[in-house]
C-alpha cells in the first residue's frame, strides 16, 4: 500500500491524521493519505502569509515569477505519465483521458507564466493639473482553493496558475476523494523551486480541513470548485475573514440539436458530452433537448453508440469508460434512475450498476419527453442522459434555460443564423456551437445561477487575484497650502 504526504511550508509530513484511500475500479484499499485537520491548516496558511509578506517571494520580479512557472509547466510535461497513473488509480478515470488532459495541464501553466509580468496598471487621464494619478495591481493575499476530485490537476492549475502569476501565496485543498495526483504534484512544486510557504497542498475532510481553511483569518481569497451546497457554506465561511470568492459549481447542460444538424457528428458530441469520464463532468451534457422531428433516428443512434462503449479496467488503453469515483455516487445514481423511471421516464439503455467489483454504471439514456423525471433537475454526475424534444425553436430555448444551472450549453444546426440567435438566448457562461468540452487556457471559463460566479482561464482569472492600488503624486513645487486660509 502506497503513502502519500502533504506539503507545508516547504517540507513534506504526515498529518495530523491519516486515512485510506480506495480504488473505485476494484473498491479495495490502495493508499494511506494525510487528513489535515484544524492546526495543520493554520500552519498552512501562516506559512503562506510569511511568504507573501517576507522572504524570497516578495522580492521577485514578475519576470522571475513567470519563469518559475515555467520550470513547473516543464515538470509537469515530463512526469504526465506518473501522475496520470495516480489520477486513475485514485480515481477512476480511464488512463487514455488522463495521460491527454495532464499533458495539456501543462499548457495552462505556460500561458500563465508568460502572463505574469503583463499584468499592467493604468495612468489616469485625472481632471487636477497639479496630480500625476495612476494605479497599481498588487496580489490580493493568501488564496485558499480547494478543488475536488475530477480533473484536479486541470482544475487545481486554473487557481494555482493566475494566484502565482499574479504574485499571490495559495493553500490549496485536494478533495479527500483521489487526491494523490495533487500531493505527487506538490513534489514538483518543490523540485521547481518556489521559496518556502508559497505553495501549500493538504487533503482531509469537510468539518476539519475545509472549513477551517475557508473561515481562516489569513485568507484573503477562496476559489473554488464544487457543488452548489458547498459553495453555499463556503460563503457562509467567507463572512468570517471577508474573504473575496470565485465559484465554480455544477451543471446540468442543455445539449440542443436542430433537425438541419449533421446528426452523426451531433451524436459523437454528444457521447462525448456525457459518457466521457463516466460523466463526471461538470460540462456534462447531461441534457439532450432534440427537434421532434428527428428524435427517434437520433436516439437510435445514440443508443447503438452507448451500447458499444467499451466498459473495463481504467488501466486498459481500450477503455472508453471506467467506474465512477465513489460507491455513494454510484449508489445515489441507481436511486435517482429508478426514481425517474418510475416517474414515468423510458429507459432507451443501461439502467444499471456494471458487472464485478468496482462502482461502474452503464452509459443510460432515459426518455423523459412528457414526465416530471428527476434525472432532469438534479445534477447526477454520472453517465446519465435524460432526453426532451421540441417543436419551435421558443421550445429549445425555454427548455434549454428551464434549470438553475448555467455553466455550460451546446447547440448543434448548420443555420449560421440561428447559432447566433442561440448563442444570445441560452444563459450560460459556454455555448459551444457544433462541438463540446473543448477548453484552453487562452478561454475564460464559468458559469451563471447556481453554477457559480468568476471565471478560471485567460487573462480576467488572473486580475481576480490582485487588488488595484491608486497612487496620487502632486507635481507642483509650491507648498501644499494652508487648508484653513480661505482663497
Known amino acids: 500500500m502506497q503513502s502519500f504526504e502533504q506539503y507545508v511550508d516547504g517540507a513534506f509530513e504526515a498529518g495530523s491524521a491519516r486515512f485510506d484511500s480506495i480504488d473505485p475500479a476494484t473498491g479495495k484499499v490502495w493508499a494511506s493519505m494525510p487528513e489535515a485537520r484544524e492546526a495543520d491548516v493554520d500552519r498552512a496558511v501562516k506559512a503562506a502569509e510569511q511568504a507573501l509578506r517576507t522572504g524570497a517571494w516578495p522580492a521577485l520580479t514578475a519576470t522571475a515569477r513567470g519563469k518559475l512557472l515555467y520550470k513547473l509547466a516543464d515538470l509537469v510535461q515530463a512526469n504526465a505519465a506518473k501522475l496520470a497513473e495516480l489520477e486513475t488509480r485514485d480515481t477512476g478515470k480511464i488512463i487514455r483521458e488522463t495521460a491527454s488532459q495532464i499533458a495539456y495541464v501543462a499548457d495552462y501553466y505556460r500561458y500563465y507564466a508568460g502572463l505574469a509580468d503583463k499584468i499592467e496598471g493604468a495612468t489616469l487621464p ?18 485558499a482553493a480547494i478543488v475536488p476530485w475530477n480533473s484536479q490537476l486541470f482544475l487545481a492549475a486554473v487557481k494555482i496558475g493566475p494566484a502565482l502569476a499574479a504574485g499571490c501565496t495559495i493553500v490549496v485543498k ?10 505527487e504534484f506538490a513534489r514538483l512544486v518543490h523540485e521547481a523551486g518556489f521559496p518556502k510557504g508559497v505553495v501549500n497542498i493538504l487533503t482531509g475532510f469537510g468539518p476539519r ?11 484573503a481569497h477562496i476559489a473554488f470548485t464544487g457543488g452548489p451546497s458547498t459553495a453555499a457554506q463556503v460563503v457562509r465561511n467567507s463572512a468570517e475573514n471577508l474573504a473575496s470568492t470565485s465559484l465554480e459549481l455544477g451543471g446540468k447542460s442543455p445539449f440542443v440539436v436542430f433537425a438541419d444538424a449533421d446528426l452523426e457528428s451531433a451524436a459523437n458530441a454528444q457521447v462525448a458530452g456525457i ?3 463516466a460523466g463526471q463532468s461538470c460540462v456534462a451534457g447531461s441534457r439532450l433537448i432534440v427537434e421532434a422531428s428527428v428524435k427517434e433516428r437520433f436516439l437510435s443512434l445514440l443508443k447503438a453508440k452507448a451500447e458499444a462503449i467499451r466498459i473495463g479496467t481504467p488501466f486498459d488503453v481500450a477503455t472508453e469508460v471506467g467506474p465512477l469515483c465513489t460507491r455513494r455516487q454510484r449508489d445515489h445514481i441507481e436511486k435517482v434512475v429508478a426514481a425517474s423511471v418510475d416517474a414515468g421516464a423510458t429507459l432507451v439503455t443501461g439502467g444499471r450498476a456494471g458487472d464485478g467489483e468496482g462502482f461502474y454504471y452503464l452509459p443510460t439514456i432515459l426518455d423523459c419527453d412528457g414526465v416530471k423525471a428527476a434525472s432532469v433537475e438534479t445534477e447526477l454526475f454520472g453517465p446519465v442522459l435524460s432526453v426532451l424534444s421540441f417543436n419551435t425553436e421558443d421550445e429549445a430555448v425555454a427548455l434549454a434555460n428551464a434549470t438553475p444551472y448555467g455553466l455550460a450549453s451546446g447547440v448543434f444546426t448548420r443555420s449560421l443564423g440561428r447559432a447566433h440567435r442561440m448563442v444570445r438566448r441560452i444563459r450560460a457562461g459556454i455555448v459551444w456551437i457544433n462541438t463540446y468540452r473543448a477548453v484552453s487556457p ?4 464559468g458559469g451563471y445561477g447556481q453554477s457559480g460566479h468568476g471565471r478560471e482561464g485567460g487573462l480576467a482569472a488572473a486580475l481576480d487575484y490582485t487588488r488595484t492600488k491608486t497612487v496620487w503624486l502632486r507635481t507642483a513645487d509650491e507648498p501644499f497650502p494652508d487648508p484653513f486660509v480661505m482663497r
Open 174 to 183: 485536494a478533495s479527500e476523494d483521489g487526491p494523490a495526483p495533487l500531493l
Open 275 to 277: 459518457f466521457a469520464a
Open 126 to 143: 485625472i481632471d487636477k493639473a497639479d496630480m500625476e494619478v495612476w494605479t497599481r495591481r498588487e496580489p490580493i493575499g493568501v488564496v
Open 442 to 445: 487562452i478561454a475564460p471559463f
Open 209 to 219: 480541513c475545509g472549513s477551517a481553511l475557508t473561515k481562516h483569518p489569513g485568507v
